[in-house]
């Protein structure tokens, strides 16, 4: 168990659709990183908070948008979605906002777009 | 730039054989290179990593090696056990801005160890 906790496990929605996926991080992490899986692209780094704050951005379409809380849960909204969203969403979390490639990975959540 | 090129895409191995993973790159601002081990519906969980200015890390079976100047790295499991049989991720870590870092992950390695 890492200690990063993310729900829903499952989602199923339609396209068109919005949903939102939470994230807890492990007791005393910082930073929070939005990774998406599919099986043609691997893992791919959406976004990044430090205590709040966005850190960094990777390829995360303008549909969707995150944010991290003052209790440092952090959440990931999708929107318009369609076909190509369903994919493995998985929350990370690390010490420190700078790291040296250490994450701590949730389980992940799968959302499924008809 | 921000690539990190990995093979195979799958593996099929003996018990008690090498398994061998190999990853390219091209960024030289990368500066960590850690490799993750993730099993069927769980998350990728870090396996071992290793800076630049080492050409080989070994924890138990698993050992790292790295070659500068060719800009690759390999990521070598002896005596591989039915246990191992998981996706492996290559990385590799680089600062973006201030203390701001990005992780970029291979593609993935399917790793079956037959028993």
Known sequence: ?114 | QQQVKQSPQSLIVQKGGISIINCAYENTAFDYFPWYQQFPGKGPALLIAIRPDVSEKKEGRFTISFNKSAKQFSLHIMDSQPGDSATYFCAASSPISGSARQLTFGSGTQLTVLP
């Open chain 1, 1 to 114: 168990d890492s200690g990063v906790t993310q729900t829903p496990k499952h989602l199923i929605t339609a396209t068109g659709q919005r949903v939102t996926l939470r994230c807890s991080p492990r007791s005393g992490d910082l930073s929070v990183y939005w990774y998406q899986q599919s099986l043609d692209q691997g893992l791919q780094f959406l976004i990044q908070y430090y205590n709040g704050e966005e850190r960094a951005k990777g390829n995360i379409l303008e549909r969707f948008s995150a944010q991290q809380f003052p209790d440092l849960h952090s959440e990931l909204n999708l929107s318009s979605l369609e076909l190509g969203d369903s994919a493995l969403y998985f929350c990370a979390s690390s010490v420190a906002g700078s790291y040296g490639g250490e994450l701590f990975f949730g389980e992940g959540s799968r959302l499924t777009v008809l």
